[in-house]
């Protein structure tokens, strides 16, 4: 809010001011790259069913850059060569694009391959999350089966003390809640059926 004076209340407060280049650096740009279809799904597969935008997970990925470094030097380019790939297009940050065409020129290796190999990091995160999926659905099956349960108690309760029954109205609005909760579940455990499918 401005001062009669045309000063703002910022005039008088010692901020640090945001860097030009890392503003720049947070720029989203396009990148293509050659990449396994493996690859592809693998972070499209983590990005849906962790929530997390695609560009995030790239810049995550890539902007790590001492594991860059050690894939670039462990990398073995004959082997990548021979892997079947596909173009796909990115959205990244300019930062990331330029750390990733940095370490490709430092240390020689295809800049399509440092990609690719960070990429399959995430190979034991989805592993995890598969399994995890699976304990899910049968907590599922568990609170499908309580829900059920708790319906027959509500008619029990309705039965012998009466639809206006405090007992009763407590008890059908924790249902309620429980059957909210319990279609969330479903509708989570069931957008994760991907990861069960890669």
């Keep these: 809010m401005e001062k009669k004076s045309g000063r703002s209340f910022m005039d008088d407060i010692k901020l640090p001011q945001p860097d030009t280049d890392d503003l720049r650096g947070r ?7 050659k990449l396994s279809p493996r690859a592809i799904e693998a972070l499209s597969i983590v990005a849906v069913h962790l ?4 560009k995030s997970l790239f810049d995550h990925l890539i ?3 001492q594991t860059l470094n050690t894939i670039a030097q462990e990398l073995e380019a ?6 079947g790939r596909v173009q796909k297009t990115f959205v990244i940050s300019r930062r990331t694009l330029v750390s990733l065409d ?3 020129k430092e240390s020689r290796a295809p800049r399509d391959a440092l990609v690719e190999y960070s990429i399959q990091r995430l190979l034991p995160v989805i592993v995890r999350e598969r399994e995890k999926h699976r ?22 309760s309705r039965s012998l003390l009466g639809e206006d029954d405090p007992v009763t109205a407590r008890l059908e609005a924790a249902l309620t ?3 909210t909760a319990r279609a969330s579940i479903a509708h989570f455990v069931e957008r994760g059926e991907i990861i069960e499918e890669f």
């Design 27 to 33: 720029q989203s740009v396009r990148a293509t790259f």
């Design 51 to 54: 929530g997390i935008k695609q």
């Design 63 to 65: 902007e790590d850059v």
């Design 78 to 83: 004959d082997q990548f060569r021979t892997m």
């Design 102 to 104: 940095e370490i490709s």
């Design 135 to 156: 304990k899910r659905k049968k907590l599922r099956d568990d609170i499908n089966q309580h829900l059920e349960e708790g319906l027959k108690l509500l008619e029990k």
């Design 177 to 179: 809640y429980y059957e």
